[in-house]
């Protein structure tokens, strides 16, 4: 049995994407934010394999989805400043992001350490939420149709999660 390690080579590679969220932030060129939306798009799927290659780590199982999260609400925040979305949209394609950060408050504070393998719905709304970001950096009217289709596959992806969870505790033995 292998020993997971506490630190690993695409921990870092993750841990660009908190720069990468300030530069989102401070940066008003779209060409600029295309660019850094495509390195961070490129560090979360490179981290994941590089991480599946040679080993996870306990501290990128921590920092990879607060990374993710950091970065979204970063480029989502300047959507909402900028005009672009309205509050209800902000929290429709940021949704199941904040039901994750409570979900991960809730165990935590409960002292239950669990661990969910990423699943398609979550892959989706990641999916969804660059796509409303290019639509963002290119001035595009999708983005509102692209907000709340994001909004309905979280939905979707939060009631999958749930129901995986209820289903795992339930066989577990108390």
Known sequence: MRQERLITPPDFLTAVRIPL???FVVLANP???LIVLAATVVSDVGDGI???RTGGSRVGAI???ICDKLFMLAAFWVLFRESSLHLVELFAVLL???VAL???LAVWILGRPTALPARAGGKAVTIGQVLVLLAFIADSDLIRPLVWAT????LY???DYSRVVLTSSEREPE
């Open 31 to 33: 060409l600029h934010r």
């Open 157 to 159: 992806a939060i009631a």
């Open 102 to 104: 409570l979900s991960f």
């Open 50 to 52: 590089w991480a599946r």
């Open 151 to 154: 909004g309905a596959v979280s």
């Open 96 to 98: 199941r992001d904040a």
């Open 63 to 65: 920092l990879d989805p």
């Open 21 to 23: 969220a300030v530069a």
